[in-house]
Every structure is written in C-alpha cells, then in structure tokens.
C-alpha cells in the first residue's frame, strides 16, 4: 500500500490543534495542490479565501458555534465563484453570459470545482502530517459572512477548513460498507439496501456505545431521519438566487 492510499485511508476530522500557525511553505504547498484539482472546462471556478485576521475568526466562530475556528494553523474558507469571468466583459456580454451563468448548471459547477480544489487541499495537508476539518455551518448566517469578506455578485462561501496541527487523537467513524454505496449497472434493490443499512446500523450504534468520548445509543438511520426532518439554513436558497446563481 502506497503513502497516498495509507493518507486517504487514515482520514478523520481534527477538532483540536495546537497553538501553531502553519508556516507559508505549507499554505503555498496546500494551495498549489488545490489549484490543479481537475475543474470543469477550464473554467476553475472557485476562489479561497484564508482568515488569518483574528476578529474575522471569532466572528466566523460564533456564527459557526465551532470554537476551533478560532484554534488552529490556517483556515480556509472555499467559494464558488464566477465573478473573474465577467470581469473584462462589457455590458452587452455580460448580459449574455447572465442568463448562463444563473442557472443550476453553473452553480454546480463551481460548487464542484471547489470542492475538488478543497479535497486536494484537505490531502495535501493530511500527507504532511496535518489535520483538517470541514466547517459546513459558516451557513448558519450566510449574510454575516458575506458581508464580513465583501463579496461580490458571483460569489458565494461553501464551506470552511480547518488546518492546523492536531492536538489529540480522534477516533476514526465508521463509513457505509461498499455494498451500500457501490452498484454496478443498477441501483440496488430495496431488500438489498434495508439489509446493508441494518448491518450499518448495528456498526454504528456499537461505534458511538465504545468511542472515547461523547457516547451515546444512536442508530445512523435514526440520526438521518432527525437530521433530515429538521429545518436548516432555509434562507439558502434565497441568498445563492439573489447571488446570481441557481434561477432557473
């Protein structure tokens, strides 16, 4: 097994870092390997944005509710963007790329395009013997930080990441077994998936029984319903619309 495969393999969220911020040769590394993710059409539709201004961080911290956005060597936070492509457009052609450039196609694609650039990142530093961790809920106020990074029409923050150095072991979850996720030619069957995600169930449940910390008697299907059945971030879809994305 190769360094690459043991990098992936090995991943798990860091939560805890040292007081240690990351040194430029790291960043610049991490960057650079974000930067030659694949991307659709050449059209590397994303922008990074690294918060190292310390009011920016306790702000971004508690819309977040996450302490450790404040805590660590680096944090990123990943955009899609398409506002570099009209920059040097005129009028008359932005008005023509505007009806592309508002649909959910688009969107999509910057939004994949970053992600790609985030996982590279997310790699390159893990292979350097850092940790990361994905920070979802900067949407909790999607305004906030908007404002708080004055972005402009085309632009919208997806995520952050957390980089830094870790401060403590993290136990590794458990993934859906490949038989739950992996079909070929078809989609699985009903009868095939409930006996895949009971065994997955049963995983689980024993997983966050045994952790170290912060256990707990839960099954993944019940957490899914819960999660799923709870309102989230329904001002979303408003914001990326008024952002210029995902009209039609």
Sequence with gaps: MNET??????HRSIRSFKDKALKREEIDIILGAASLASTSSYL??????????????????????QPYIEKNGH??????????????SSNEQYQDMRVNLENTE???????????????AAIAAESMGLGICYIGSIRNDIDKVDTLFNLPEHVVPLFGMAIGYPDAETDQKP????????????????EDEELHLQKFDE????YYQNR??????????DQMKH??????????????????????
């Excluded at 690294?50 to 961080?57: F, L, Q, R, S, Y």
């Excluded at 694609?109 to 985030?118: F, G, H, Q, R, S």
């Excluded at 038989?179 to 030619?185: I, K, Q, T």
Aim: glycine share 2%.
């Design 5 to 10: 495969i043991k990098t992936l393999l090995n």
């Design 44 to 65: 590397m539709a994303y922008s990074i944005i690294g918060v190292t201004d310390n009011d920016k961080k306790a702000k971004l911290a508690s819309i977040s509710n």
């Design 75 to 88: 944090f990123l936070i990943f955009c899609a963007d398409f506002h570099r492509h009209i920059r040097q």
């Design 106 to 120: 688009h969107f999509l694609v910057a939004t994949i395009d970053a992600t790609l650039a985030a996982q590279n």
């Design 175 to 190: 993934r859906l077994p490949k038989a739950a996720y992996y079909f070929e030619n078809q989609y699985i069957s009903i």
């Design 203 to 206: 995983k689980i449940a024993d």
């Design 212 to 221: 170290t910390t912060n256990q707990r008697n839960e099954r993944w299907t």
């Design 227 to 248: 999660t799923l059945s709870t309102p989230k971030r329904a001002r979303m879809s408003s914001y990326v619309r008024e952002k210029g994305f995902n009209k039609h």
